[in-house]
């Protein structure tokens, strides 16, 4: 397995104050120093690509920088440093990552051959994250590969099936299906990778992943690992799991044929996916390995054929069934969404409302030999953007459980002012599905979260500024989980703002 290895080279400066400044700066000089020709098609390859006959070399850059703070963490209780008892009742801190990448494309004949290699370095400054236990408040920094890949595209070898009709790949590499529900995310975040709240990484480790990029109906079979080293992240990584499933997709594409490679391009779509987890850590996860995962869904506007009057309308779906047979391991669990929405799209700014009810089941009898609480896997934001699978920048962050034991009201209102700028609210009303009462938590009313959001894409093209308000209140339940009723009854609010570049 690749490790990570820390970055001496930042430890050498002692004043803290430079050592920020410092990596602001490099993250700016290397995100700035060249700018790339925008090419004609939105979907053409980003990066600068260098030919040699039929050799395409291209680099490419991501960068992020990142200010967050959070004051009255864990609804007053405070938040634990690592390795100290000392207690902050908030938390300020900065991060960033740069990730240079090299991707190499071989024409051969009709077919193509590529790979990709890309680095990735992080680091955490200030106070750390507001975790009940901060993982980062050591000042952590990482160096490692965050993909390392070869493959084949079939270009115009099967003409009839579309450019590209198949791809095959493998090695380390980003995977994903649909809106990131099951699999989006293959990296945990935090601890001695830095970089918790922004997350850079999301690669699989020991890919083996085959596309049938054909329309209306594409197709996957996938061979995946997480990207998991727990010595490396002080036994604070996720469960070892190793994976294999299929994906099979109808849809129709929005923008030319590219909704056969890009999520994002899909006009509607309905798709099933079934996948066995057949080796996982059970000293992280007990019930993970042995289980099987099924799951159907349903997304887009998926009645636009009806005419104009249902060209607004959108709806989002899915339904999520575990089952786990083996012995010591049983396991009877579910998850499931709806969320209508409707775009305005004939007053300023066309604002979009959306609503969605979301249910992960939960298990609070540990005695009856079956296990009912929703495995959440490798979910993550999400592809849909705000709002997708971080239900709420609090709870996701900085309260335990995560997208599982959980039933979930969203509601949403998106407003896009200007072509460069998006701005929206999202409130949560978050409930326990089962609390857990052999630890005294008798209330289901987990978390109430207001957030505010404004992402500005500037005129440097690649060049994002996205910033972040956000109050939550803790529910009964949820300070019964804290275990102490008289110093975590305050609304806890959180302010971040965060440079993106991509090249």
């Given at each position: 397995?690749?490790?990570?290895?820390?970055l001496?080279?930042?430890?050498?400066?002692?004043?803290?104050?430079?050592?920020?400044?410092?990596?602001?700066?490099?993250?700016?000089?290397?995100?700035?120093?060249?700018?790339?020709?925008?090419?004609?098609?939105?979907?053409?390859?980003?990066?600068?690509?260098h030919?040699?006959?039929?050799?395409?070399?291209?680099?490419?850059?991501?960068?992020?920088?990142?200010?967050?703070?959070?004051?009255?963490?864990?609804?007053?209780?405070?938040?634990?440093?690592?390795?100290?008892?000392?207690?902050?009742?908030?938390?300020?801190?900065?991060?960033?990552?740069?990730?240079?990448?090299?991707a190499?494309?071989?024409?051969?004949?009709?077919?193509?051959?590529?790979?990709?290699?890309?680095?990735?370095?992080?680091?955490?400054?200030?106070?750390?994250?507001?975790?009940?236990?901060?993982s980062?408040?050591?000042?952590?920094?990482?160096?490692?590969?965050e993909?390392?890949?070869?493959?084949?595209?079939?270009?115009?070898?099967?003409?009839?099936?579309?450019e590209?009709?198949?791809?095959?790949?493998?090695?380390?590499?980003?995977?994903?299906?649909?809106?990131?529900?099951?699999?989006?995310?293959?990296?945990?975040?935090?601890?001695?990778?830095?970089?918790?709240v922004?997350?850079?990484?999301?690669?699989?480790?020991?890919?083996?992943?085959?596309?049938?990029?054909?329309?209306?109906?594409?197709?996957?079979?996938?061979?995946?690992?997480?990207?998991?080293?727990?010595?490396?992240?002080?036994?604070?990584?996720?469960?070892?799991?190793?994976?294999?499933?299929?994906?099979?997709?109808?849809?129709?594409?929005?923008?030319?044929?590219?909704?056969?490679?890009?999520?994002?391009?899909?006009?509607?779509?309905?798709?099933?996916?079934?996948?066995?987890?057949?080796?996982?850590?059970?000293?992280?996860?007990?019930?993970?390995?042995?289980?099987?995962?099924?799951?159907?869904?349903?997304?887009?506007?998926?009645?636009?054929?009806?005419?104009?009057a249902?060209?607004?309308?959108?709806?989002?779906?899915?339904?999520?069934?575990?089952?786990?047979?083996?012995?010591?391991?049983?396991?009877?669990?579910?998850?499931?969404?709806?969320?209508?929405?409707?775009?305005?799209?004939?007053?300023?700014?066309?604002?979009?409302?959306?609503?969605?009810?979301?249910?992960?089941?939960?298990?609070?009898?540990?005695?009856?030999?079956?296990?009912?609480?929703?495995?959440?896997?490798?979910?993550?934001?999400?592809?849909?953007?705000?709002?997708?699978?971080?239900?709420?920048?609090?709870?996701?962050?900085?309260?335990?459980?995560?997208?599982?034991?959980?039933?979930?009201?969203?509601?949403?209102?998106?407003?896009?002012?200007?072509?460069?700028?998006?701005?929206?609210?999202?409130?949560?009303?978050?409930?326990?599905?089962?609390?857990d009462?052999?630890?005294?938590?008798?209330?289901?009313?987990?978390?109430?979260?207001?957030?505010?959001?404004?992402?500005w894409?500037?005129?440097?093209?690649?060049?994002?500024?996205?910033?972040?308000?956000?109050?939550?209140?803790?529910g009964?339940?949820?300070?019964?989980?804290?275990?102490?009723?008289?110093?975590?009854?305050?609304?806890?609010?959180?302010?971040?703002?965060?440079?993106?570049?991509?090249f």
């Amino acid at each position: 397995m690749l490790t990570s290895n820390r970055l001496p080279s930042l430890r050498n400066f002692g004043d803290p104050i430079l050592r920020n400044r410092l990596l602001c700066t490099a993250a700016a000089l290397f995100a700035f120093v060249a700018l790339p020709v925008h090419a004609e098609d939105d979907h053409d390859k980003r990066g600068l690509t260098h030919s040699i006959g039929d050799l395409d070399l291209t680099l490419t850059l991501d960068a992020g920088f990142g200010l967050f703070s959070v004051a009255n963490a864990q609804h007053g209780l405070g938040s634990l440093s690592y390795r100290s008892d000392e207690r902050a009742g908030g938390r300020a801190w900065s991060e960033g990552f740069i990730a240079p990448g090299l991707a190499a494309d071989w024409h051969a004949g009709d077919s193509s051959v590529y790979g990709g290699f890309k680095l990735l370095g992080s680091a955490t400054r200030g106070q750390g994250d507001a975790q009940r236990n901060s993982s980062t408040s050591d000042q952590p920094e990482a160096l490692g590969v965050e993909d390392a890949y070869l493959g084949w595209k079939s270009g115009l070898t099967f003409a009839s099936l579309g450019e590209d009709a198949i791809d095959i790949s493998a090695g380390r590499q980003p995977f994903s299906v649909g809106d990131g529900f099951l699999l989006v995310d293959g990296t945990a975040e935090g601890q001695r990778r830095a970089a918790y709240v922004m997350g850079p990484r999301a690669s699989f480790d020991r890919t083996a992943i085959l596309k049938l990029n054909t329309e209306p109906v594409r197709a996957d079979l996938f061979h995946l690992e997480g990207n998991v080293d727990q010595r490396f992240m002080r036994a604070g990584d996720a469960a070892a799991t190793s994976l294999y499933g299929g994906n099979i997709e109808w849809f129709a594409s929005s923008h030319k044929d590219h909704g056969r490679f890009e999520y994002e391009e899909r006009q509607w779509y309905v798709g099933f996916t079934a996948l066995t987890v057949y080796e996982a850590d059970t000293g992280v996860s007990a019930n993970r390995d042995g289980l099987d995962v099924y799951a159907l869904r349903a997304g887009g506007a998926l009645l636009s054929s009806l005419g104009e009057a249902f060209r607004d309308f959108a709806l989002y779906s899915e339904l999520g069934l575990q089952r786990n047979d083996e012995t010591g391991r049983k396991s009877r669990a579910q998850a499931w969404y709806v969320e209508p929405q409707y775009s305005f799209s004939g007053l300023p700014w066309t604002p979009r409302v959306s609503y969605r009810y979301a249910h992960f089941s939960g298990d609070n009898n540990s005695n009856d030999g079956r296990n009912t609480a929703w495995d959440s896997l490798y979910t993550g934001g999400g592809a849909r953007g705000f709002g997708t699978w971080d239900l709420g920048e609090i709870y996701t962050r900085y309260t335990p459980g995560g997208n599982s034991n959980l039933n979930s009201h969203m509601t949403h209102v998106a407003l896009q002012p200007m072509e460069e700028l998006a701005v929206g609210a999202l409130f949560y009303r978050h409930f326990y599905d089962k609390p857990d009462t052999a630890n005294g938590v008798t209330s289901d009313d987990l978390l109430t979260e207001l957030n505010v959001y404004a992402q500005w894409d500037t005129p440097v093209p690649g060049l994002s500024v996205t910033s972040i308000l956000g109050a939550a209140k803790a529910g009964d339940g949820r300070r019964q989980a804290l275990g102490s009723t008289d110093a975590n009854d305050r609304k806890t609010y959180l302010g971040q703002i965060v440079f993106g570049y991509s090249f």
